[in-house]
């Protein structure tokens, strides 16, 4: 059993339809047709939603999104229309909310990863291969891969966990075309971040995109190269065969699974609240992702 610990009650907005509640974001349609997104500060790691909100993490998540769709522009289209508030929304929602585009979602986490690590990690120790696809032999955590792959998973709903699958199962499920045009742009979007992230001493290890069709053109989607979607790395301080130091949320999934926690993840219980300390660590590490990778400081 997982999912939130504590659901929250949607905020009800003249004039917004309330969709659906995620793990981190609230989704409205507007009388326009629109979507609306709203990213909170909610946290989640190992398929809950923890009871304890980082304060400005909704608003981090947002604005490096935005900042990731500008260095992208070029080579794939986004779903953002607007960064203004609706008329009638809370003030707390500025900063962290997207009119977007309604699209027609395709049901595939794609994920790119230039690093061994994660998920990938434990499938390569058991098979030497990561979604079907054969890897050398001699990796450790934190290796890096002779060449980014491209390694699917099917979404999953609040509370379930994501599976890896083969590119020969997502070309099943959503056909030969859409399959190589998402390898190909997740590929080519997580290429040049990696780039452009190395450029500011970071290592992008891996990260996750969703993407949508608008009519015939394939769109990226929700939010891009977040702490929240992706693995963040100092590059000074690189060293495979351990755990990396972190610029995201692996800071939180450690204190839960360390002895300080007393959560079992193993159990039914639901994890435990976040101490202040933290919290404080963890929103910090979220700003400097933020910082580091923009060049702007977070006021």
């Known amino acids: 059993m997982s999912?939130?610990?504590e659901k929250p009650e949607p905020i009800e907005v003249p004039g917004?339809?309330?969709l659906h509640t995620g793990k981190v974001r609230e989704l409205y349609r507007n009388e326009a047709g629109d979507l609306v997104m709203?990213?909170?500060d909610r946290m989640s790691a190992y398929d809950w939603v923890?009871?304890?909100?980082?304060?400005?993490?909704?608003?981090?998540?947002?604005?490096?999104s935005l900042w990731w769709f500008d260095q992208l522009r070029d080579l794939a289209e986004n779903h953002v229309i607007s960064t203004e508030l609706p008329e009638g929304a809370p003030a707390d929602w500025a900063g962290r909310t997207l009119v977007c585009k309604s699209l027609k979602m395709v049901p595939v986490e794609c994920v790119a990863r230039g690093y061994l690590t994660g998920s990938g990690l434990l499938e390569y120790n058991a098979s030497r291969t990561v979604c079907g696809l054969a890897l050398p032999e001699g990796l450790v955590d934190g290796s890096e891969l002779p060449a980014p792959i491209f390694t699917p998973a099917t979404k999953a709903e609040v509370?379930?966990?994501?599976?890896?699958?083969?590119?020969?199962?997502?070309?099943?499920?959503?056909?030969?075309?859409?399959?190589?045009q998402l390898r190909q742009a997740t590929l080519a979007v997580y290429s040049r971040a990696r780039d452009i992230a190395r450029e500011r001493g970071i290592i992008l290890a891996d990260t996750k995109f969703e993407f949508g069709f608008d009519g015939d053109t394939l769109v990226l989607a929700d939010e891009v190269l977040t702490p929240d979607s992706s693995r963040f790395w100092p590059a000074d301080r690189w060293q495979p065969g351990r755990a990396q130091p972190s610029y995201d949320k692996q800071y939180v999934r450690d204190w839960l699974t360390s002895p300080a926690s007393g959560w079992d993840r193993k159990s039914e219980q639901p994890p435990p609240a976040?101490?202040?300390?933290?919290?404080?660590?963890?929103?910090?590490?979220?700003?400097?992702?933020?910082?580091?990778l923009t060049g702007t400081s977070w006021s």
């Open 3 to 5: 999912g939130f610990v």
């Open 16 to 18: 917004l339809v309330h």
């Open 38 to 40: 709203v990213a909170s």
């Open 50 to 64: 923890l009871p304890t909100e980082i304060p400005d993490k909704g608003r981090v998540l947002t604005q490096l």
């Open 159 to 180: 509370g379930e966990h994501d599976e890896n699958v083969s590119y020969e199962e997502v070309a099943r499920q959503v056909g030969a075309e859409t399959a190589a």
């Open 274 to 292: 976040l101490p202040e300390e933290v919290v404080a660590a963890t929103r910090q590490k979220y700003v400097e992702a933020y910082e580091h």
